[in-house]
């Protein structure tokens, strides 16, 4: 809850909007996907670009009709199977965003554990609203903000999690206990002792969530709006739509294949079906007045941490968000944010784990850089640019190892063996040609290329021009391995008189 009402603020929309993408997110993408562990609802990740397309067109209502059509377009984008890219992104930057957002959980969290909550619920970026930054965020809260009774509800509750973990009984009723819930309980029982013993340590109302309260049905119904569809000529709409559409499409599946990696039964969600999933989500939450949804990573893990194990309990979070806003606003509006850091800090925690360092490192430089890399440029940028400077990264040191030499070889005695040792694509083409080059006159040639399933085009012109000049040079050629069925035209094996083996 504190997410959705954080990412509205945020966004400059009204705060019932993110409950409507987390009550959407959770109970319409849950139903439609087929990820067991993934849960939706309003994104952080959007926030500014949000913002700004609030700012731009001439009402919300305009804004509700591009999130409809961004939804539409993630339909389309499924339909040409467009999720498959997903399937590219290295294990190494998955695996970094995951650290990273952990740690930014922690470090965006502990003021809101000491007592200040100038930063809202579920920001990921490095500066912040306010002009501040996660770090200076920090210092102004330890400097000028300690709020005892902050603090010594989130160490109750922080000391309770990290307990029950371990204490935390295999059989028996209190097996089905959630840590979450009984560190809200000491949150809200901890507050209301700390009014009757500690008045002066007590949390005002701007420590504690925020939801709004509907006096009627009627005004609860207000809550909700539909899109100015009179809008649909306005080419801002339309831009908009395709930003939130590509946007909101890149995050989903990276979140989803990042959480695919921590089912503890390596489930594999199909990537089209869930943009068509996500597409679904967004059409009803610009119908109803809510907020684009994409699969988040933060609830997500939280859903992971808590031990579900089929996609009944996404659908079941989104289904207890309508519930607790439309008949008990008044109970939420008694939770301390400080036991909500809590229960983040926790999972923070479980996704960077030294553990993960020490595992990546013992990879080798190919795994360790781009992970920390990801990491560093998440926690000091935002979620979307970190990621995409890990991919970059990323396929630097992918392109790196392809440089490496793949070509062996060997003369002796005027018999000759060039070897390639893994598919040649064109950027082998130098290597291959500077081997080529040191067969001497008059020797016997044989060019290896059994270890291959693929040879490109360039190579096999640097193969036939080497061919159709070693009759003149009284180089005997054999080619093992039958090239032909592997890579484009391939030499004749007929016209130049050469052998196959």
């Given at each position: 809850?504190?997410?959705?009402?954080?990412?509205?603020?945020?966004?400059?929309?009204?705060?019932?909007?993110?409950?409507?993408?987390?009550?959407?997110?959770?109970?319409?993408?849950?139903?439609?996907?087929?990820?067991?562990?993934?849960?939706?609802?309003?994104?952080?990740?959007?926030?500014?670009?949000?913002?700004?397309?609030?700012?731009?067109?001439?009402?919300?209502?305009?804004?509700?009709?591009?999130?409809?059509?961004?939804?539409?377009?993630?339909?389309?984008?499924?339909?040409?199977?467009?999720?498959?890219?997903?399937?590219?992104?290295?294990?190494?930057?998955?695996?970094?965003?995951?650290?990273?957002?952990?740690?930014?959980?922690?470090?965006?969290?502990?003021?809101?554990?000491?007592?200040?909550?100038?930063?809202?619920?579920?920001?990921?970026?490095?500066?912040?609203?306010?002009?501040?930054?996660?770090?200076?965020?920090?210092?102004?809260?330890?400097?000028?903000?300690?709020?005892?009774?902050?603090?010594?509800?989130?160490?109750?509750?922080?000391?309770?999690?990290?307990?029950?973990?371990?204490?935390?009984?295999?059989?028996?009723?209190?097996?089905?206990?959630?840590?979450?819930?009984?560190?809200?309980?000491?949150?809200?029982?901890?507050?209301?002792?700390?009014?009757?013993?500690?008045?002066?340590?007590?949390?005002?109302?701007?420590?504690?969530?925020?939801?709004?309260?509907?006096?009627?049905?009627?005004?609860?119904?207000?809550?909700?709006?539909?899109?100015?569809?009179?809008?649909?000529?306005?080419?801002?709409?339309?831009?908009?739509?395709?930003?939130?559409?590509?946007?909101?499409?890149?995050?989903?599946?990276?979140?989803?294949?990042?959480?695919?990696?921590?089912?503890?039964?390596?489930?594999?969600?199909?990537?089209?079906?869930?943009?068509?999933?996500?597409?679904?989500?967004?059409?009803?939450?610009?119908?109803?007045?809510?907020?684009?949804?994409?699969?988040?990573?933060?609830?997500?893990?939280?859903?992971?941490?808590?031990?579900?194990?089929?996609?009944?309990?996404?659908?079941?979070?989104?289904?207890?968000?309508?519930?607790?806003?439309?008949?008990?606003?008044?109970?939420?509006?008694?939770?301390?944010?400080?036991?909500?850091?809590?229960?983040?800090?926790?999972?923070?925690?479980?996704?960077?784990?030294?553990?993960?360092?020490?595992?990546?490192?013992?990879?080798?430089?190919?795994?360790?850089?781009?992970?920390?890399?990801?990491?560093?440029?998440?926690?000091f940028t935002d979620l979307l640019i970190g990621i995409v400077i890990g991919l970059g990264v990323?396929?630097?040191?992918?392109?790196?190892?392809?440089?490496?030499?793949?070509?062996?070889?060997?003369?002796?005695?005027?018999?000759?063996?060039?070897?390639?040792?893994?598919?040649?694509?064109?950027?082998?083409?130098?290597?291959?040609?500077?081997?080529?080059?040191?067969?001497?006159?008059?020797?016997?040639?044989?060019?290896?290329?059994?270890?291959?399933?693929?040879?490109?085009?360039?190579?096999?012109?640097?193969?036939?021009?080497?061919?159709?000049?070693?009759?003149?040079?009284?180089?005997?050629?054999?080619?093992?391995?039958?090239?032909?069925?592997?890579?484009?035209?391939?030499?004749?094996?007929q016209t130049l008189g050469i052998r196959f083996t």
């Amino acid at each position: 809850m504190p997410l959705c009402l954080g990412v509205a603020l945020a966004s400059g929309a009204p705060l019932f909007s993110g409950v409507i993408a987390g009550i959407v997110g959770g109970v319409v993408v849950g139903a439609l996907s087929k990820s067991p562990l993934s849960v939706s609802g309003p994104a952080a990740g959007l926030t500014v670009i949000v913002f700004a397309a609030i700012e731009r067109l001439p009402s919300y209502e305009a804004f509700l009709l591009a999130v409809m059509l961004a939804g539409i377009m993630q339909i389309g984008l499924a339909a040409t199977r467009s999720g498959v890219a997903a399937e590219f992104v290295p294990s190494s930057v998955i695996t970094g965003m995951l650290a990273a957002i952990g740690a930014i959980l922690i470090l965006k969290q502990v003021p809101h554990a000491l007592g200040y909550d100038g930063d809202f619920e579920g920001s990921f970026e490095f500066v912040q609203a306010d002009g501040s930054n996660t770090f200076s965020a920090i210092a102004t809260a330890a400097r000028e903000h300690l709020s005892p009774g902050a603090i010594l509800i989130a160490l109750a509750s922080l000391a309770f999690l990290f307990w029950w973990d371990k204490a935390r009984p295999k059989n028996g009723p209190l097996r089905f206990v959630p840590g979450p819930l009984v560190v809200v309980l000491i949150g809200v029982g901890g507050n209301a002792l700390l009014g009757l013993i500690k008045p002066s340590w007590q949390l005002g109302t701007s420590h504690l969530v925020q939801v709004p309260i509907a006096k009627s049905f009627g005004e609860f119904t207000s809550f909700f709006a539909t899109p100015d569809f009179s809008q649909i000529g306005n080419g801002a709409v339309w831009t908009v739509a395709v930003t939130l559409a590509i946007v909101a499409s890149l995050e989903s599946l990276l979140s989803v294949k990042a959480v695919d990696g921590l089912d503890p039964q390596r489930r594999v969600t199909p990537k089209n079906w869930e943009m068509m999933a996500q597409g679904g989500g967004n059409i009803l939450s610009g119908l109803i007045g809510g907020l684009p949804i994409t699969s988040v990573i933060v609830r997500s893990s939280a859903n992971v941490d808590a031990g579900a194990q089929t996609k009944a309990s996404s659908m079941m979070h989104g289904a207890w968000l309508l519930l607790s806003v439309a008949l008990i606003p008044f109970l939420l509006n008694l939770i301390p944010l400080a036991a909500l850091a809590a229960v983040l800090i926790a999972t923070g925690y479980k996704l960077t784990k030294p553990k993960l360092f020490t595992e990546r490192y013992k990879q080798g430089w190919t795994q360790f850089v781009p992970f920390v890399v990801t990491i560093v440029a998440i926690l000091f940028t935002d979620l979307l640019i970190g990621i995409v400077i890990g991919l970059g990264v990323g396929f630097i040191f992918v392109v790196a190892r392809n440089f490496r030499s793949v070509i062996t070889f060997v003369c002796d005695d005027g018999d000759c063996l060039i070897r390639a040792r893994r598919n040649l694509y064109f950027i082998h083409k130098y290597e291959l040609q500077k081997e080529l080059d040191r067969v001497p006159d008059g020797a016997n040639l044989m060019i290896d290329l059994s270890s291959t399933n693929y040879v490109d085009l360039d190579n096999v012109d640097v193969i036939n021009a080497f061919i159709k000049g070693a009759a003149y040079r009284g180089i005997n050629v054999t080619v093992r391995g039958d090239i032909a069925e592997r890579s484009a035209p391939m030499i004749n094996a007929q016209t130049l008189g050469i052998r196959f083996t």
